[in-house]
Every structure is written in structure tokens, then in C-alpha cells.
Antibody, heavy 125, light 112 residues
Framework: EVQLVESGGGLVQPGGSLRLSCVVS????????MHWVRHVPGKGLVWVSY????????SYADSVKGRFTISRDNAKNTLYLQMTSLRGEDTGVYYC??????????????????WGQGTLVTVSS | DIVMTQSPLSLPVTPGEPASISCRSS???????????LGWYLQKPGQSPQLLIY???NRASGVPDRFSGSGSGTDFTLKISRVEAEDVGVYYC?????????FGGGTKVEIK
């Protein structure tokens, strides 16, 4: 069974930092690209970042570029999101999600298929 | 970035009746491999999003066959043939053609 479990959320002051983790099981982590997606109640889903299967390629939403860093440790089956210079608009539930490999020859699609339960990040003074 | 526009914003439905949600993209989502890089997700109250449809029209594993996705290029539709009470929540389309994926604003489906 595919499982993704996030942790590391919490209350942080503006300008502060936080590191989110996502431990996965039930699939070969090193074969899959991974995503972070934020949900703000009443405002919908926002894609934040993705990383390729070996960690050599990343992409970020403009709103977090230069402040957030996605990384992974394939030996530990863990995905990370280092968040710095946090702002109020970064508040939300952060989900890690596995990228879908829907066809054998498609190594990535940038469409997440499995999602974790989320971890809440609140940026407030 | 590609802009995704969903309609309607809110959709009251009657159990047993059909429902339809529209999603339009600011540019074509047709990849040169022949697939439309468009997915549909449902976020039920208090839950994580779940994948319903991938690559435009393919039902994800375990998704009931009352859900179907259609369309190509810039215009896409999610249809529920007969709505059930468990289908309430917010539906999102998502484009994945470009290196920075984007979601539509969401359509809230609720029972009348």
C-alpha cells in the first residue's frame, strides 16, 4: 500500500524557517518524481515544487522561488521542503504527493497520483 | 504560466442526476506524445485530494465508472453520470504540460 506521511508543520513567525518531511512507503521511492502542494481553505490548491527521482532537477512556483528548497534522501525514503523567509501567504496545509507514472514509458507526468494527509503550516506573529 | 479556469464555481446537485464541470486552459495541453496533460482531482471535506482522471480522459485506479473525463487542447469536461452523496467536495483540474503545473480555482459540489 502506498503511504506518504508528512511532518514538521507548525506555527512560525513571519521571517522564520521550517523544514517539512515526508516519509514514504509501499513503492520504490527512487523511481518517482515528487511534489509539494499547498492547500489554503477557501482558496484552493497551489502547486509549490517538484523534484526528479534522483534529486538533480527541481522546479518551484514563482511565489516560493529563492525561499523554499525541495530535496530528497532516497536511502531514507524521505522528501523534504526547507522553507525560509516565511510569509503569511505561505500559510496552509502542505501535502507531499507522488508523481504519476501512468504508462510504462512515461517516467514522469507532473500529475500527482498519491497524496499524503498533509501538515499544517501557520505563519503568524 | 498556464492559467486554468473552471466553471461553475459552485454546483448544487441532486443525487441520481448527472453533473458536469468545465475546465479551460490558456493554452493547449496537448503534448507532442499525443496525450493531454490534464488531471482532475476531488478534495472531499477534511481529506487530501484524490486523483480521479489523468491525461485528460483516463480514470484512475479505483475511481467509479460514473466519473468520466473528456476534451482536448484547451477545453475539458468532467462528468458524473449519476451523482452520489459521497461525491461532495471541491473538484480541481490541473495542467501539467509546463514545468510549473497549475490548478484551476475549484468547483464546489454540494447536494441540493
Amino acid at each position: 500500500e502506498v503511504q506518504l506521511v508528512e511532518s514538521g508543520g507548525g506555527l512560525v513567525q513571519p521571517g522564520g524557517s521550517l523544514r517539512l518531511s515526508c516519509v514514504v512507503s509501499g513503492f520504490t521511492f527512487s523511481d518517482y518524481w515528487m511534489h509539494w502542494v499547498r492547500h489554503v481553505p477557501g482558496k484552493g490548491l497551489v502547486w509549490v515544487s517538484y523534484i526528479n527521482n534522483d534529486g538533480t532537477s527541481t522546479s518551484y512556483a514563482d511565489s516560493v522561488k529563492g525561499r523554499f528548497t525541495i530535496s530528497r534522501d532516497n536511502a531514507k525514503n524521505t522528501l523534504y521542503l526547507q522553507m525560509t523567509s516565511l510569509r503569511g501567504e505561505d500559510t496552509g496545509v502542505y501535502y507531499c504527493a507522488r508523481d504519476g507514472r501512468f504508462l510504462e514509458w512515461l517516467l514522469y507526468t507532473w500529475l500527482p497520483d498519491y497524496w499524503g494527509q498533509g501538515t499544517l503550516v501557520t505563519v503568524s506573529s | 504560466d498556464i492559467v486554468m479556469t473552471q466553471s461553475p464555481l459552485s454546483l448544487p446537485v441532486t443525487p441520481g442526476e448527472p453533473a458536469s464541470i468545465s475546465c479551460r486552459s490558456s493554452q493547449s495541453l496537448l503534448h507532442n506524445n499525443g496525450y493531454d496533460y490534464l488531471g482532475w482531482y476531488l478534495q472531499k471535506p477534511g481529506q487530501s485530494p484524490q486523483l480521479l482522471i489523468y491525461l485528460g480522459s483516463n480514470r484512475a485506479s479505483g475511481v467509479p465508472d460514473r466519473f468520466s473525463g473528456s476534451g482536448s487542447g484547451t477545453d475539458f469536461t468532467l462528468k458524473i453520470s449519476r451523482v452520489e452523496a459521497e461525491d461532495v467536495g471541491v473538484y480541481y483540474c490541473m495542467q501539467a504540460l509546463e514545468a510549473r503545473p497549475t490548478f484551476g480555482g475549484g468547483t464546489k459540489v454540494e447536494i441540493k
